[in-house]
């Protein structure tokens, strides 16, 4: 597609049921990164993929959060036994090689109830 | 580990004002820098990028500078408009050292009328 694609747009769900948010990156790119935001914050690093390299999962806030990447191209981001504070926006970004700017979707909001 | 930018402040201008946003970056070998808008609702969009090769690079209305010295960003906005209000990041990049996208904290530009 022209964009980063994610989906779906708004989310909301019961504490402690699992979610999964999806990204369709820019056709081609090799790099993508989710981020999490909460209201009026700044971006807050999740896991970045890059190939077919094992991707950096050091943002990962807890166990109950992962993502994989299939393929190379679509990525989904899985919250297991969702909690409150799991409310925000998940950005997902791609680039179309390492050390180059990401372009970013329009998120995905999440709200846990 | 090293980061870039500050907590999140706010910047009131005048529209037609020329405005200046700042960002300290940690890491000093860092090698390419990018700063991102992000409008209500929205991803983060790309504005201007600088490689550390270079203590300047001009858009149109905006320039960013780099100071290796002080390692500090800035992001020049001439003739600040009601579309410029936004929140603006900052973001580094180190090659060879995983290639990641590492974000600051993020300003709120608000632009008065």
């Known amino acids: 597609g022209a964009g980063v694609s994610q989906s779906p747009s708004n989310k909301v769900t019961e504490k402690g049921k699992d979610v999964e948010l999806r990204c369709d990156p820019i056709?081609?790119?090799?790099?993508l990164y989710w981020y999490r935001q909460s209201l009026g914050q700044g971006l807050e690093f999740l896991i970045y993929?890059?190939?077919?390299?094992?991707?950096?999962k050091s943002g990962l806030p807890s166990d109950r959060f992962s993502a994989e990447r299939t393929g190379g191209s679509v990525s989904t981001l899985t919250i297991q036994r969702t909690q409150q504070e799991d409310s925000a926006v998940y950005l997902c970004?791609?680039?179309?090689?390492?050390?180059?700017?990401?372009?970013f979707g329009q998120g995905t909001r999440l709200t846990v109830v | 580990g090293e980061s870039v930018g500050l907590h999140l402040p706010t910047l009131s201008v005048q529209e037609g004002d020329n405005s200046i946003i700042n960002c300290a970056y940690s890491?000093?070998?860092?090698?390419?820098f990018i700063w991102y808008k992000q409008e209500s609702g929205k991803g983060p969009q790309f504005i201007i990028d600088?490689?550390?090769?270079?203590d300047k690079r001009q858009g149109q209305r905006v320039t960013v500078l780099l100071n290796k010295t002080v390692k500090h960003l800035s992001l020049q906005i001439a003739a600040t408009q009601p579309g410029d209000s936004a929140v603006y990041f900052c973001?580094?990049?180190?090659?060879?050292?995983?290639?990641?996208?590492?974000f600051g904290g993020g300003t709120r530009l608000m632009v008065k009328p």
């Open positions: 970004a791609s680039s179309f090689k390492q050390g180059a700017e990401a372009f």
């Open positions: 056709s081609g790119h090799t790099a």
């Open positions: 993929f890059q190939g077919n390299s094992a991707p950096d």
């Open positions: 890491n000093s070998a860092s090698d390419y």
């Open positions: 600088i490689r550390s090769n270079m």
């Open positions: 973001a580094e990049i180190k090659y060879n050292a995983g290639n990641m996208l590492t």
